[in-house]
């Protein structure tokens, strides 16, 4: 069956612009999860929901970066006023059962993002 | 401080031989463990996972042993082949079950 899906593959955009980088999960799983990756070195959690409530978002570095997911399966990362150090590539995943559980989390192939 | 280290940016082995791969972790509350193999341009993929109730777990040729006295974790892929060659990143879940990942060892397997 079809994975996580993430669009746009490649986002360039200037500082100080605001960007939305989606993500389709794999039907039917209720947990999603975002992650950054910064050039060598591994993902960083930033936010997963269960369902449609953030269940936790304590990886966001600050208030300028936003998740929603309205209907439980679809998920926008948002970023507003984009800085150089925001460039990296975006992960999302998503697993099985409830958010917070050792489900194996599949991955998407991530949104490179670069702010120039 | 990272909670969970990769010390080796790197690796190279011939085909057909051994590859161990090393994860060093802080914490020793930490109690589920995974591997994650990436190719460039895709997502990381889910390789092998162990609980701390085990200290090894097999799965073909790839053996992950867990070593909790030392909070030393090692991936060993027998035999290797050049289609092993990827980036592979030890994780763990923490107590709020997200994943923390370690910086990852690239691997190569020469033909």
């Known amino acids: 069956g079809a994975g996580v899906s993430q669009t746009p593959s490649n986002k360039v955009t200037e500082k100080g612009k605001y960007v939305e980088l989606r993500c389709d999960p794999i039907?039917?799983?209720?947990?999603l999860y975002w992650y950054r990756q910064s050039l060598g070195q591994g993902p960083e959690f930033l936010i997963y929901?269960?369902?449609?409530?953030?269940?936790?978002d304590s990886g966001l570095p600050n208030d300028r970066f936003f998740a929603v997911r309205p209907e439980g399966s679809v998920s926008t990362l948002k970023i507003q006023r984009t800085e150089r150090g925001d460039s990296a590539v975006y992960l999302c995943?998503?697993?099985?059962?409830?958010?917070?559980?050792?489900?194996?989390?599949?991955f998407g192939p991530g949104t490179r993002l670069t702010v120039l | 401080d990272q909670q969970v280290k990769q010390n080796s940016p790197s690796l190279s082995v011939q085909e057909g031989r051994i590859s161990i791969l090393n994860c060093d972790y802080t914490n020793s509350m930490f109690d589920y463990f995974l591997w994650y193999k990436k190719y460039p341009a895709e997502g990381p993929t889910f390789l092998i996972s162990?609980?701390?109730?085990?200290d090894k777990n097999e799965d073909g040729r790839f053996t992950v042993f867990l070593n909790k006295s030392a909070k030393h974790l090692s991936l060993h892929i027998v035999p290797s082949q050049p289609g092993d060659s990827a980036v592979y990143f030890c994780?763990?879940?923490?107590?709020?079950?997200?994943?923390?990942f370690g910086s990852g060892t690239r691997l190569l397997v020469r033909p």
């Open positions: 162990i609980s701390s109730i085990k």
């Open positions: 039907s039917g799983h209720t947990a």
């Open positions: 929901f269960q369902g449609t409530g953030a269940a936790d």
């Open positions: 995943a998503s697993s099985q059962g409830v958010a917070g559980s050792t489900d194996t989390q599949y």
């Open positions: 994780a763990v879940v923490d107590s709020s079950y997200k994943l923390i």
